[in-house]
């Protein structure tokens, strides 16, 4: 009912730049939260950043002051600006919305990017 792209993931050095962007399309009567969450190897997955409709935000300490999220909600996209990048932000990145959809709009889902790769290292 709801789709999430992903895109944006790679290989760069320390110290560089990436934006990852997650596309949700489908059955949508409006989404409040967006979100992007991280998965290293061995490691549970855990918040990255969140951004509520109205546009406040949370991050993860970690990320505090290098990562950037932001949202477009015309487009049903959410962005995450990501600089400064550490070895340490090397996981699998996955977006996540909440949903509201169009023959259900009570009830609130939430649905899971198939994740983007994002390497960093020399």
């Given at each position: ?15 560089g ?31 990255v ?21 932001s ?30 959809l ?21």
């Open positions: 009912q709801v789709q999430l792209v992903e895109s944006g993931g790679g290989l760069v050095q320390p110290g730049s990436l934006r990852l962007s997650c596309a949700a399309s489908g059955s949508i009567f409006s989404i409040t939260v967006m979100g992007w969450y991280r998965q290293a190897p061995g490691k549970q997955r855990e918040l950043a969140t951004i509520a409709s109205g546009g406040s935000t949370n991050y993860a300490d970690s990320v505090k002051g290098r990562f950037t999220i949202r477009d909600n015309a487009k049903n996209t959410v962005y995450l600006q990501m600089n400064s990048l550490k070895p340490e932000d090397t996981a699998v990145y996955y977006c996540n919305t909440d949903v509201k169009l023959h259900d709009p009570k009830y609130q889902y939430r649905y899971w990017g198939q994740g983007t790769q994002v390497t960093v290292s020399s």
